[in-house]
């Protein structure tokens, strides 16, 4: 396309910013400083050879869609009362936009960023579209509003890009995309984060994030590490509002478009297909997770699926978490009967984790079983001991073990081993034995019930 003309001073610029709109396919060979202006113009087409600086202004046409910023493009302070469009643009030594105020849809489809990308304390009040766009250095959107979705479709980023502390009210939709160092979203809030069919070859961090609506991690390969450290996946309204308080201060929240989302009643959950650091999600281990709740609802997605082996890996998980929970509360208690009460608690989880790692082993089951048959019975012989004449053969051997499986049988109290029916002391360690075992059985039945249907 023809340049329509070409500015060599910003005095001139300004000039006929006062009476002209219309600044398609223009060239701009000065510095460009903007401040305090109501903004009414087109730029679409044109090319700025250098620094382009937007202070305080209020725009309300803003479309610089297919430019060429050959100079930094560094938007401050600044009000976008209509649609932000950035379609096609290039931006050769990268954007900086700090505490601004999106009020409608914002396009960065297409952009090839070659330089940084720094977008701290911002609000996007409508969608924000970031589709089939390269970032070719890193990318921060930290500290930031979004109210509404984010889009990231078959976009490429080669170097890291972060949302520390951000706040996403809606969705983050991430399809097809790619990332060639990490993607970072610690400490940050998130209704639904929807990622699918995307390769990330670093790390992808979710430490300290709060998702309150739901995160579907589907057929995602993450070559790094993936940290979830410390994650939350509540829906407690008060603990997210008071949340969202801390990210988001002053003039983003007390906006007038700014309203707090609608919160699920169910958090949910689904990683399925997807592959971290080589290892599938289902092979995480307790470390990766920090969080009660987020165990609980990882769990019940599982569960919702029909998936109960891999539900029942989480509610371990979960109750591990709930027996660091329990020992740290027995030192705040006070009062004997409190601490009984807790420690009773306590006494129930740790057998369910020894009888049957809180029904995802029947192995541990049986052997649990075992271990207290041989010990209740080895009890119980010693009380008989001087009512019994043990001579080592055969015969005597094959009676133990007689003795020994109708031990096992918990319905027969009718119990004469080596036809010994007087005894006193001995029906202790019988009667408890036989609680023990039966305990055990009972628990191995349930760690295989894991395998049936839910």
């Given amino acids: 396309m023809k340049r329509k003309k070409i500015f060599n ?57 297919q430019c060429i910023f050959k100079g930094a493009l560094i938007i401050r302070k600044s009000h976008f009362h209509n649609k932000a469009d950035f379609f096609r643009a290039i931006f050769e030594k990268g954007l900086i936009s700090v505490n601004n105020i999106f009020e409608e849809i914002v396009v960065f489809d297409k952009v090839d960023f070659n330089d940084k990308v720094l977008v701290y304390n911002n ?120 949340e969202i308080n801390e990210v988001i201060k002053g003039e983003l929240l007390n906006h007038k478009a700014f309203v707090y989302p609608n919160y699920e009643k169910n958090v949910r959950v689904d990683f399925s297909d997807s592959i971290f650091n080589n290892l599938s999600i289902n092979n995480l281990q307790q470390e990766n997770f920090k969080n009660r709740e987020t165990l609980n609802a990882i769990k019940h997605s599982f569960f919702k699926r029909g998936d109960r082996v891999k539900g029942m890996k989480f509610h371990r998980m979960e109750m591990i978490q709930y027996s660091d929970e329990i020992k740290k509360e027995i030192k705040s208690q006070i009062g004997l009967k409190n601490k009984i009460k ?36 080895t009890l119980f012989m010693c009380c008989i001991w001087s009512e019994w004449d ?26 004469e081993p080596f036809g010994i029916s007087n005894y006193n002391w001995a029906y202790i360690p019988l009667f408890i034995g036989r609680i023990f075992i039966s305990f055990g059985i009972y628990q191995t039945i349930e760690a295989f019930r894991k395998y049936g249907k839910v």
């Fill in 9 to 65: 001073t910003q005095g001139a610029f300004l000039k006929v910013l006062e009476t002209k709109t219309n600044f398609k396919g223009y060239k701009f060979n000065c510095k460009i400083y903007l401040k305090g202006r109501d903004i009414k113009s087109l730029f679409d087409n044109s090319i700025f050879e250098k620094d382009v600086t937007i202070e305080e202004c209020d725009l309300y046409t803003s479309s610089f869609s």
């Fill in 390 to 415: 043990f001579n080592f053969n055969a015969n005597t051997l094959g009676n133990t073990l007689k003795a020994f499986l109708q031990f096992l049988n918990v319905t027969n109290w009718n119990y």
């Fill in 123 to 242: 609000c996007f009040i409508k969608e924000t579209s970031i589709n089939t766009t390269v970032f070719n250095k890193y990318a921060y959107f930290d500290n930031t509003m979004f109210q509404d979705k984010l889009s990231l479709v078959d976009t490429k980023c080669l170097n890291q890009i972060s949302f520390r502390k951000s706040v996403f009210l809606n969705k983050i939709y991430i399809h097809r995309s790619s990332f060639g160092k990490r993607v970072d979203f610690e400490k940050a809030i998130v209704n639904q984060l929807e990622c699918n069919s995307s390769t990330l070859y670093s790390n992808f961090i979710l430490s300290e994030t709060i998702i309150f609506g739901a995160i579907n991690i589907i057929s995602v390969i993450v070559k790094g590490l993936f940290d979830a450290r410390n994650i939350r996946i509540t829906n407690k309204e008060l603990d997210i509002q008071s």
């Fill in 342 to 377: 807790i420690l009773g608690e306590l006494f129930l989880i740790s057998m369910n984790r020894l009888s049957n790692k809180h029904g995802n082993s029947w192995e541990r089951g049986v052997l649990f079983t075992i271990f207290a048959s041989v010990i209740f019975f």
